[in-house]
């Protein structure tokens, strides 16, 4: 899924999500969700629906800190556990979303290489259409192995 900031990828991918399930598919990944005033961001996770707060604006979750948000490292270390586990069994495989954070080798960049080195599941990723290039050279991903899908919101835009 390829918008800007606040483009609805996350929303596209849960109506994905869902299809996927419909027809009968094993989905893993984690869901990046905000509150309204997008002032934190919890991962959940796809297979048992339990959430961790990941970024905060306000509340100090570690040392690290990406842009205004501070960081839990074991939000994200939890997360990638449970993503590298299911390789093995999922048919799709969720990430929302690769940024900034993963081409610094952080977030969810541990388990999207892992899932990117396997030919086992479909991987659907979130990423600001501002990123796209460096997330591709950063990752190794070649154009012709992918499936880039410009999201627009319900009203028609991309704002």
Same mark, same amino acid.
């Given at each position: +899924?390829? $918008?800007?900031? %606040?483009?609805? @990828?996350?929303?596209?991918?849960?109506?994905?999500?869902?299809?996927?399930?419909?027809?009968?598919?094993?989905?893993?990944?984690?869901?990046?969700? $905000? %509150?309204?005033?997008?002032?934190?961001?919890?991962?959940?996770? !796809?297979?048992?629906?339990?959430?961790? !707060? $990941?970024?905060?604006? @306000? #509340?100090?979750?570690? @040392?690290?800190? &990406?842009?205004? =948000? =501070? &960081?839990?490292?074991?939000?994200?270390?939890?997360? %990638?556990?449970? &993503?590298?586990?299911?390789? /093995?069994? /999922?048919?799709?495989?969720? =990430?929302? *979303? &690769?940024? @900034?954070?993963?081409?610094? *080798?952080?977030?969810?960049?541990?388990?999207?290489?892992?899932?990117?080195? #396997?030919?086992?599941?479909?991987?659907?990723? $979130?990423?600001?259409?501002?990123?796209?290039?460096?997330? +591709?050279?950063?990752?190794?991903?070649?154009?012709?192995?992918?499936? !880039?899908? #410009?999201?627009?919101?319900?009203?028609?835009? %991309? *704002?």
């Amino acid at each position: +899924m390829v $918008a800007p900031l %606040n483009g609805g @990828k996350t929303t596209h991918l849960a109506k994905l999500i869902d299809a996927a399930e419909r027809d009968g598919l094993v989905v893993s990944g984690v869901l990046a969700l $905000a %509150n309204p005033e997008k002032t934190w961001y919890r991962l959940k996770d !796809l297979s048992t629906t339990e959430s961790r !707060l $990941a970024l905060s604006e @306000k #509340q100090e979750l570690g @040392k690290g800190r &990406i842009g205004r =948000f =501070f &960081i839990d490292d074991e939000a994200f270390a939890w997360a %990638n556990a449970l &993503i590298e586990r299911s390789l /093995a069994t /999922a048919d799709v495989v969720v =990430f929302d *979303e &690769i940024g @900034k954070l993963e081409m610094e *080798e952080h977030g969810l960049a541990p388990s999207f290489h892992k899932a990117l080195a #396997q030919d086992r599941a479909i991987i659907l990723a $979130a990423v600001r259409d501002a990123h796209v290039e460096v997330v +591709m050279n950063h990752f190794g991903l070649e154009a012709s192995a992918l499936t !880039l899908v #410009q999201v627009k919101k319900e009203d028609g835009t %991309n *704002e």
